[in-house]
């Protein structure tokens, strides 16, 4: 089985990260093989250099290139996978065309958030009615994600993100950590921690809000925001430099899953406005880690957080319910060890990479068998 992984880029991201995740896993078995084309040279997760797989670099002149479309025929004809799986709206609609010419199968998992624009001004949306009809297969790391897209029932499906757990292992020490982002450590503090890019899709105005709020009123509580991205300056100039040893930004890291390891809450704040969320890899991960969570509430997060069993669900753009759910699970320890054993044992038995992996296997084998028949 040949399968040519086609996306946009490997910078920090979830499906990114979903993809290096379900390669390391393909790796493993000996029916497949597999090349990656991009279309960016960065690359942010350097895990793929050590797969030993062949990279293409796919890249644009500028974003009308259309010598992407005999450049990515070629790579196809001189490859001749068996499966295309694409991963972003714009790799599908460059898939499409060589995919029916060369009578190779196409899977298509551009289906990762939920849109909140569900017309044709939004051009993922407008890219999934246009490349859908072409697709074998379409895969939504939802279900709410395929219902916002409308995707043909018969031929999609949902698979959840996997997760290595082996990276939780062997994991820095706190105190070394703890030292890194506060210059101290072994205080008794209490630390929220959101994982996410500060673009417009995250609403980290909400999140500033509530910190400030309660650090005005609390001397033990510390913010911790990890990522990087176009507001990341704005949002820090929203912080009075008094504030700036409580809510701390540290930009992109490489060490995430150390970091997430000292938090008490793990929380995600989506900008319900311009973006749904599919399944957040960073939810994933708090959860691995044995950690309650605090998200707002609508697409694919109502299926990975259960409201009062392994964290809270809020209302979007809330700071007053935000606010009210840091402080429950502050004050009552054994809430939060109630709702991060529950979040722990959902990681494990519905996101192992294990899972992913078998169910991508799966569907592609369908796929080659349908050919057969």
């Not at 990279?55 to 990515?72: A, E, G, Q």
């Not at 890291?253 to 929380?267: A, H, K, L, Q, Y």
Request: glycine content about 6%.
């Amino acid at each position: 089985m040949k399968i040519l992984f086609f996306i946009d880029s490997l910078c920090a991201g979830g499906k990114e990260r979903r993809l290096i995740e379900l390669m390391k896993g393909l790796r493993l078995n000996p029916e497949v093989t597999f090349e990656i084309v991009l279309m960016d040279n960065k690359v942010h997760y350097h895990q793929v250099f050590s797969l030993n797989i062949r990279i293409h670099y796919l890249l644009r002149k500028t974003k009308k290139d259309l010598s992407v479309f005999p450049k990515f025929y070629k790579i196809c004809k001189d490859y001749r996978p068996d499966i295309v799986h694409c991963w972003d709206s714009m790799t599908a609609v460059i898939s499409a065309p060589t995919c029916r010419l060369l009578n190779i199968k196409l899977v298509n998992g551009l289906v990762v958030d939920t849109p909140v624009k569900q017309n044709i001004f939004n051009k993922h949306w407008l890219r999934a009615k246009l490349t859908f009809p072409f697709s074998n297969k379409i895969i939504g790391n939802s279900r709410a994600g395929l219902a916002a897209y409308k995707a043909p029932s018969k031929k999609s499906s949902c698979i959840y993100n996997g997760m290595d757990f082996h990276r939780f292992e062997k994991l820095k020490e706190e105190e070394i950590i703890e030292k890194d982002i506060f210059g101290k450590s072994g205080e008794n503090i209490f630390v929220a921690g959101m994982v996410a890019g500060f673009e417009n899709r995250k609403d980290y105005e909400t999140l500033i809000k509530g910190a400030l709020s309660l650090i005005k009123s609390n001397d033990l509580i510390r913010f911790v925001l990890v990522g990087s991205g176009n507001n990341l300056n704005e949002i820090k100039k929203s912080v009075s430099e008094k504030y700036t040893d409580k809510i701390v930004f540290l930009g992109k890291r490489n060490d995430v899953e150390s970091i997430v390891n000292i938090f008490d809450i793990g929380i995600l704040l989506t900008n319900s406005k311009v973006h749904g969320e599919g399944i957040s890899n960073s939810i994933i991960e708090y959860m691995a880690l044995g950690k309650p969570v605090i998200a707002t509430r609508g697409g694919g997060t109502n299926e990975v957080i259960c409201d009062g069993e392994n964290g809270f669900l809020i209302n979007p753009h809330d700071s007053c319910q935000l606010v009210q759910s840091i402080q429950k699970l502050l004050n009552d320890t054994n809430l939060r060890q109630q709702f991060g054993a529950k979040s722990y044992e959902i990681a494990r038995n519905r996101f192992d990479l294990k899972i992913m992996t078998e169910n991508y296997f799966q569907t592609y084998q369908q796929l080659l068998q349908e050919n057969k028949n």
